[in-house]
């Protein structure tokens, strides 16, 4: 089996992105899994081609997107992706919607089809902060997340591909001098990665 597991580049002025840094971490093999790593930009749309060529071209059973959640202090498995685009900032091109539909005439909303609740205890059981989340924001994570979704019910339908989003802290080194904002290490979350593809893996 394969699984795709996406980071994204930096945003919003920070230098390194700890959800890539960590798919970088990742060993090739998961015990049967291929673990095929990529970073996408942090752009509406182009982050959507390139992810949908790489399924193209290598055809996965997951996709399991990653991305950085400032401020949070758990590993959040998202539930939901929404059919809108409302940027607080711009993304890395300069994009900046307001209240637009990602896919118009798409539905409302996906859920994630990745085991999110056994991705959870599996974490929590190995002691460490992880938790279900309702929204995956309205910047370009939750596009990623809708756009994976939307493609595997609608040009992937019936190839069995499940998809779906994890938002991870900053990293130590992100916070220096900023003692009030949580992080998590860098090696941790490469681990929890680990232990949410052996439960995707099945
Ligand atoms: N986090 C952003 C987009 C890229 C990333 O790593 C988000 O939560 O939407």
């Known amino acids: 089996m394969k699984i795709l597991v996406t980071g994204f580049d930096p945003f919003g002025g920070e230098k ?32 959507v081609d390139v992810l949908s060529e790489k399924i193209d071209e290598i ?43 990602i896919y118009v005439g798409g539905p409302s909303a996906y859920f994630s089809t990745l085991p999110i609740k056994a991705i959870r205890d599996a974490l929590v059981d190995k002691g460490m902060a992880a938790e279900i989340s309702n929204s995956a924001g309205l910047f370009v994570c939750n596009h990623v997340f809708y756009s994976v979704r939307h493609l595997c019910d609608t040009k992937y339908a019936g190839k069995g591909i499940i998809s779906g989003f994890i938002h991870v802290p900053f990293i ?10 949580p992080s998590m290490p860098l090696e941790d979350i490469v681990k929890a990665l680990v232990t949410a593809v052996e439960v995707a893996a099945g």
């Open 59 to 101: 055809w996965p059973d997951a996709v399991i997107s990653v991305g950085q959640a400032g401020g949070a202090n758990a590993i959040r498995l998202e539930r939901v992706a929404v059919n809108l685009d409302d940027y607080r900032i711009p993304d890395n091109d300069g994009n900046q919607p307001v209240d637009t539909p």
């Open 16 to 47: 390194i992105n700890p959800s890539y840094e960590a798919v970088k971490g990742l060993p090739d093999r998961i015990g049967d899994a291929e673990i095929i790593k990529m970073e996408i930009p942090t752009v509406r749309y182009r982050s």
């Open 172 to 181: 130590p080194e992100q916070t220096l001098g900023k003692p009030e904002v």
